[in-house]
């Protein structure tokens, strides 16, 4: 073209992001601001896009204050900012965009929506959800989805049921995608019958769909139907995908079916890439479970890009196994790869710790839990308290048990049984009084521990409401 105007230049960039080709349009953007040439609205919804897509926060930054500068707003590209901000991860500016708009529709409702559900914050989709009606718009398809996947996230089961009742009202159970929705959200709150029903009345099922039936009866530790399931899938000739996969080896795994996630294994071989990371951590899972280490073993060491959740797989299975030698060898290797540990792979490691009754290792496990986010987590602090406690340190178990800024039946029972089997029956027992009166029931496992340990006690239950053990 002898001339080129914002349009031209425009519609070549948006041909290059219909087809995918994000780097070439990037560059073609750079050629169109070294040529002189101002976007319009058009230009920077294209450019934002492709932005999000990229997840490339700082040059989407900057051409948002380019188009504060440019006075440019439409409800198309305001839409376009909100969707960026929030698959960059960044709902704090997106909820600003949201605030400064002075039309919203559907659209931009469902947009900011569907960010508060997709980063975990159910309760502000709720809320938003509520203004949304509140002002007036009617939510789509798109927005009952993301309500109802954060619903599920949130077992929120009642306002779930409702919003239920609206989807039947205005047909939109029809959709596959709402009701893939409804699956999901009465299998994640328990209700797998519910979930099936829903799943048997549709007229047209996805492999979302079937991947999330697979989930729901795996998750709710139903493996055998979860496998039957999978079969039927099979016979449909459905294609499954690396959610599908890494369900059914869940349910492999819960059953103990090692020959059944083997034949999935080798249809995996034959049908994904060997990089992928859910199902390869999956299979390092399952082998674990099926307490085949040397098969677990073999899976991790091909995995090119092994990230935490596949490390702490394979620790957390050798801890489970008995080999807690190995456990701490792939935490070294581990932390000699970059990958930083997260709670369950301390909680997993300092078990290993506590079998062998190494002290000094789980002093260096402690000293590095101490510079981490790990150090408020429950499981982590319970796992410590073990660890001492075993080991025969019940001073520095103490200290870790009261640092704790919140403790779960799982701590308070590993501190008390670590001074009941220590001989401090006095101590113990103090601590079952603090256990009673900090509102937590006394277990069973407890209760027997500290008895059989400390002699001949009896539990009173006075009419008053405090209990008391007595000699």
Known sequence: MSERNVVSWTAMLNGYHRHGVDYEALRLFIEFVNNGFRGNVQTYACVLNLCGRSFDNELGRQLHACVIKSRLSNLILDCTILQFYSRCGDLDSAYEVFDRMQERDVIAWTTMITACSQHGRGYDTFAMLSQMLYDGVDPNEFTVCSVLNACGEEKELIFGEQLHNIVIKKAYDLDVYVATSLVDLYAKCGKIEKSRTIFDGMRRKNVITWSTIIAGYARNGLGGEAI?????????????????????????????????????????????????????????????????????????????????????????????????????????????????????????????????????????????????????????GSALVHMYSKCGHLSEAAQVFESMPERNLVSWKAMIVAYAKNGQCGEALKLVYRMQAEGIGVDDYILSTVLTACGDFKWNNESSSEHCLQS
């Open 228 to 380: 039957s399931l999978f079969r039927t899938m099979k016979r449909l000739k459905m294609f499954a995908n690396s959610l599908t996969m890494v369900s059914i080896l869940r349910a492999c795994g819960l059953i103990r079916s090692v020959s059944t996630g083997k034949e999935v294994h080798a249809q995996i071989f034959k049908n994904f890439s060997p990089s992928n990371i859910f199902v390869g951590s999956a299979l390092v899972w399952l082998y674990c479970k099926c307490g085949d280490y040397a098969s677990a073993s073999k899976v991790l060491e091909y995995l090119p890009d092994k990230d935490v959740v596949s490390w702490t797989a394979m620790i957390s299975g050798c801890a489970w196994l008995g080999h807690e030698y190995e456990a701490l060898e792939y935490l070294k290797e581990m932390l000699s790869k970059g990958v930083e540990p997260n709670p369950f792979t301390y909680s997993s490691v300092l078990k290993a710790c506590a079998k062998l009754e190494n002290i000094n290792q789980g002093k260096l496990i402690h000293s590095s839990i101490n510079k981490s986010p790990a150090l408020s987590n429950v499981f982590v």
